[in-house]
């Protein structure tokens, strides 16, 4: 079963744009919320994480927001640009050791 | 600082081969994970090792195996390959299991 549950499938946005992607979760005993980018061709690349005791982080243009009682969280993307372009992994840690990841999210970021 | 290297980048089999993929860590990491990635998903947990020892599991049959080295490189073994087994098989190592998972960009399995 999908323990981890993202949308949308796909996005397409403005350059200058906000995409927000969407994850929720079942599990409590996740207790680390990464993000991953993954271009074509190549690993994912950890983008920013949170932890549940945290509401939200922002680290440069990427943030997270964080819902501990709804089990859920989200990405926002501020000020998108082509370069952003690429498909968007959200995940959470169980037991330490095994994450757990989103379908993905294609976006795409016309200039 | 040298990231995660797996070898090799592409490899195509027949059904009912064998497979071994590497995986060198990152330098100071004594903790690597496999990963299944078929296409269009996301990564799949195949297991781990935590100074050469198995720290975990996912839901993959027992003809996924692996070893970790002194060293903390890491080997995946894929016995009687199946058509399904065709995927991008990511290693990820960190230190102590702590959250800071650093992935390699992959090897391309195809199996034929």
């Known amino acids: 079963q999908q323990q981890v549950k993202q949308s949308p499938q796909s996005l397409i946005v403005q350059k200058g744009g906000i995409p927000i992607i969407n994850c929720a979760y079942e599990n409590t005993a996740f207790d680390y919320f990464p993000w991953y980018q993954q271009f074509p061709g190549k690993g994912p690349a950890l983008l920013i994480a949170?932890?549940?005791?945290?509401s939200e982080k922002k680290e440069g243009r990427f943030t997270i927001s964080f819902n501990k009682s709804a089990k859920q969280f989200s990405l926002h993307i501020m000020d998108s640009q082509p370069g952003d372009s690429a498909t968007y992994f959200c995940?959470?840690?169980?037991?330490?050791?095994?994450?757990?990841f989103g379908a993905g999210t294609i976006l795409r970021v016309k200039s | 600082e040298t990231g995660v290297t797996q070898s090799p980048t592409h490899l195509i089999k027949t059904r009912g081969q064998q497979v071994t993929l590497r995986c060198s860590s990152q330098s100071g990491h004594n903790t690597v994970s496999w990963y299944q990635q078929a296409l269009g998903q996301g990564p799949q947990f195949i297991f781990q090792y935590y100074r050469e020892e198995e720290n975990g599991r996912g839901n993959f049959p027992p003809r996924f195996s692996g070893l970790q080295f002194p060293n903390y490189s890491s080997e995946l073994n894929v016995n009687a390959l199946e058509l399904d087994d065709s995927a991008l098989y990511l290693c990820?190592?960190?230190?102590?299991?702590?959250?800071?998972?650093?992935f390699g960009s992959g090897t391309r399995l195809t199996v034929v």
């Open positions: 949170i932890r549940p005791d945290v």
């Open positions: 995940a959470a840690l169980e037991y330490g050791n095994k994450l757990v």
């Open positions: 990820a190592s960190s230190f102590d299991g702590n959250y800071g998972y650093t």
